[in-house]
């Protein structure tokens, strides 16, 4: 399993608590990891291998839905994955990942995949429930 689907696990638990309601808090190792998982993917976006403005828009919304802790946490793994340029995967700490066609290719996959939940389990922007 290469590191990058490793570290998609860090999403799949995001995703989880993304739709989890109760907001229970994530631990920092997943929290960085998927923080690192987005930097690498913005990284993906400057150099053309994917469609910009998506993380950017991934950001803002998670903004809005995580706890202040878990927030922090993401970015502080996002702040140190773009400084670093590595991803965090647990228990291996921070590991080099190449910026190239083939791994954007696989951290895209890992960020459609946290699109298609986030449509999924989120609320839609003006969307207001049916009157009981």
């Not at 791994?103 to 989120?122: S, V």
């Amino acid at each position: 399993m290469s590191s990058l689907s490793r570290r998609s696990l860090g999403v799949l638990a995001l995703l989880l608590a993304l739709n989890n309601h109760a907001h229970a808090e994530m631990s920092k190792s997943t929290c960085w990891s998927a923080g690192s998982l987005f930097a690498l993917a913005q990284s993906c976006e400057r150099r053309h291998f994917s469609s910009p403005g998506q993380i950017e828009a991934i950001l803002a919304d998670l903004d809005q839905h995580l706890s202040l802790r878990d927030n922090r946490r993401l970015k502080q793994g996002f702040e140190q994955g773009a400084r670093r340029g590595r991803v965090f995967i647990p228990r291996r700490g921070w590991v080099t990942n190449p910026v190239d066609k083939a791994e954007c290719a696989r951290a895209q996959t890992a960020i459609d995949a946290y699109k298609t939940m986030l449509d999924l389990t989120l609320p839609i922007a003006g969307e207001t429930s049916p009157a009981s």
